[in-house]
């Protein structure tokens, strides 16, 4: 049977291996256990349906988060085949579900180009949930069959006529493997969103059962795009002034590899590229993103020289001036991606890099012959890089020739720990020289430093680069944590060989000021220190908000409901209870400080991760950057989440 007219049956599917080896090493196939691995199942079931929509038979995926954290995934796919596997004597549906390396990817007539490339996807969420039943519609019929920690439970079983076709997998996760059974709607339709600009006329829906609205319907929201790229690069640049009126969208196909490009250049200071590949997030770019930077130095160079646009330079241009102020995406569909690890954060495809750099290169030297006025706008904005990265560079080097091997050049203000092993030292940055100077007393001084900051650092998202190491109490964090800038191939990287700390620990007031700067801390970081939040070295502080006494007993409480179940603990009788509502760190002695924040056997540290970049990005833009309406949208919309200081 011929595959070409998008026939999809049993002898399309080919089977490689088992499952055991899922349950055992779990991490292996999904990346870990916790909140992130928990997540990814999801990932894998809507993959199998993006697939289904790129083979062009798909153009709805609803998702559902059951009350009891199950879940649901429905397509109107052609819906997994369920005749007998010739090999196999078994179910197609069943092999695909419960054997390892089993599916259509493997048959390169199915599926042209595919996401869930390793094809351990379905049969992985299958092997790590305690159920899992699949509903298939097709040929005029509905198909069912229940598993459990990957075994079948049933046969496949025929329960109807049905005037549908697609494929409904609902699956709840084992808690022997999971960490945490609880999913956040907020990861998953944010997920659901990047995959609505990606793929040009598919609509995905979310639904969460655990939580109504006030209409009375149960919390959910649509994704549909039609300007695919173009809209997502808007999306992203909504709290930010572009200076060409349209984005740049480049398109384009060579030795079966697509290309989607879409970019906009905006007055901020920052660049920011997203790279996708069979619309995988990756996170570490490749051979995709080299062209695409390839394509934009070359380009806007070539223009520069042609119209003696750079002639007043006293220094060479580079690549990263013609990155700064870009908001970019690049999707390629490759047909056999080579991925470097498991995680598929980065393409190693070398073909890639020519074909990508040619379309966009293209469509860019068009682009700036047919809009000379916005052409000169964009190289305006280059030479402004370039002078400012010579600026910053002068600046740096000053800052960091004062962090000298000796320690010499280390900050007066810091209190360093005895011990010279970084793996198990820590650095508090506390905020005011007042709570530096508890947490200093109350400190273990034997692996604990701390490096008091006064006030408010600078907004990195709206100062020039050169400004931000003007700043004393920046200056102080790069000298103090040991780490340095440093240019290679004209790009800016972070050299944290250095690191003096493997736990950098933000410890701010518990009020909205403490808020506001701890924000200010982690934008500085997630601009300019990314690999230390990358490599899990970020934490911040949770000091108690209360202390709720009765004679010479008490109770530390970090939220209004530990408050409340301490009150009823001590009997309720507000005449023998005293309460205190901690406003900062200054209000704790350093004994207090040392039992609740400071302690590793009692504190509360929450690690920094950046599990979607995308989202965080926004986040830092809108919260810090100079447009005024997205922020205030942003509070509106997420007001009944925040906790009121009064």
Known sequence: MSTENGNYGAENIQALEGLEAVRKRPGMYIGSTDTKGLHHLVWEAIDNSIDEHLAGYCDLIETI?????????????????????????????????????????????????????????????????????????????VFTQEYSQGKPITPVKEIGNSDKTGTYITFKPDAEIFETL??????????????????????????????????????????????????????????????????????????????????????????????FVNNINTREGGTHVS????????????????????????????????????TAIVSVKVPEPQFKGQTKGEL?????TGIVSRCVGDVLKAYLEENPNQAKRVVEKVILAATARNAARKAREMVQRKNVLTGSGLPG?????????????EIFLVEGDSAGGTAKQGR???????????GKILNVEKALEYRIYENEEIKNMFTGLGVS?????????LNIEKLRYHKVVIM?????????????????????????????????????????????????????EERKEAMEFYGGDMANIKVQRYKGLGEMNAEQLWDTTMDPTTRILKKITVEDAIGANNIFSVLMGDEVPPRRAFIESHAKYAKIDV
Not at 118 to 131: D, E, K, Q, Y
Not at 348 to 352: K, R, T, W
Not at 485 to 493: A, M, N, V
Not at 539 to 560: D, M, T
Request: net charge negative.
């Open 65 to 141: 988060i059951h009350e009891d954290n199950s879940i649901t995934v429905k397509d109107n796919g052609r819906g997994i085949p369920t005749g007998m596997h010739e090999k196999l004597q078994k179910s197609a549906l069943e092999v695909v579900m419960t054997v390892l390396h089993a599916g259509g990817k493997f048959d390169k007539n199915t599926y042209k180009v595919s996401g869930g490339l390793h094809g351990v996807g379905i049969s992985c969420v299958n092997a790590l949930s305690i159920l899992l039943k699949a509903e298939i519609h097709r040929e005029g019929k």
């Open 182 to 275: 609880v999913y956040k709607f907020d990861t998953l339709s944010t997920r659901l969103r990047e995959m609505a600009y990606l793929n040009k006329g598919l609509t995905l829906t979310i639904i969460d059962e655990r939580e109504t609205e006030d209409d009375g319907t149960f919390k959910h929201e649509t994704f549909h795009s039609e300007g695919g790229l173009k809209e997502f690069v808007r999306y992203l640049d909504e709290s930010r002034t572009s200076i060409i009126p349209e984005p740049i969208y480049a398109i384009g196909k060579e030795e079966n590899v697509e290309v989607e490009v879409a970019l906009q250049y905006n007055t901020g200071y920052t660049e920011n590229i997203y790279s």
């Open 291 to 326: 062209g695409f930077k390839r394509a934009l130095a070359r380009v806007f160079k070539q223009y520069g020289d042609d119209n003696n646009l750079f002639s007043k330079l006293k220094f060479a241009i580079n690549g990263e001036d013609f990155r700064e102020g870009l």
């Open 348 to 352: 190693g495809n070398s073909e890639v």
């Open 413 to 425: 203000k810091l209190s360093d720990c005895s011990s010279k092993d970084p793996a198990e030292s």
């Open 444 to 454: 273990d001084r034997n692996f604990q430093a701390i490096l008091p900051l006064r």
């Open 485 to 493: 800038i440093e240019e290679k191939d004209g790009e800016r990287i």
């Open 508 to 560: 701010c007031d518990a009020d909205v000021d403490g808020s506001h700067i701890e924000t200010l801390i982690l934008t500085f970081f997630f601009r300019y220190m990314r690999p230390l939040i990358t490599n899990g070295h970020i934490y911040i502080a949770s000091p108690p908000l209360y202390q709720v006494k009765k004679g010479k007993q008490f109770r530390y409480c970090w939220n209004e």
